[in-house]
Nanobody, 120 residues
Framework: QVQLVESGGGLVQPGGSLRLSCAAS????????MGWYRQAPGKQRELVAR???????NYADSVKGRFTISRDNAKNTVYLQMNSLKPEDTAVYYC??????????????WGQGTQVTVSS
């Protein structure tokens, strides 16, 4: 059973920065596409950044130029550097495979996420 543990969220002022980390268990991390998703209150979860096993990246238009995804396959860890944060970036952030891992009940597995709040 895969486990994903996100950390690094917090309260930050507009224009500030945060670096999120996600530690993953399992021995397939290095060969899978990983992504960072977010879910704001009342909204659907969305994929904001993804990175292939070889390091190629893609970003949602809303975060392009401000967020950077990276990974350390030796540590089974994926990161999200978030700069120039805006109030609309406020959400719970999750990491997961792209597409998301399946849970034993057939749905998608998600970790606990990490809350990011951008407010003055």
């Amino acid at each position: 059973q895969v486990q994903l543990v996100e950390s690094g969220g917090g309260l930050v002022q507009p224009g500030g920065s945060l670096r999120l980390s996600c530690a993953a268990s399992g021995n397939i991390f290095s060969i899978i596409v990983m992504g960072w998703y977010r879910q704001a209150p009342g909204k659907q979860r969305e994929l904001v950044a993804r990175i292939t096993s070889g390091g190629s990246t893609n970003y949602a238009d809303s975060v392009k130029g401000r967020f950077t995804i990276s990974r350390d396959n030796a540590k089974n860890t994926v990161y999200l550097q978030m700069n120039s944060l805006k109030p609309e970036d406020t959400a719970v952030y999750y990491c997961n495979r792209v597409p998301a891992f399946l849970a034993t009940d057939g749905g998608s597995y998600w970790g606990q996420g990490t809350q990011v709040t951008v407010s003055s």
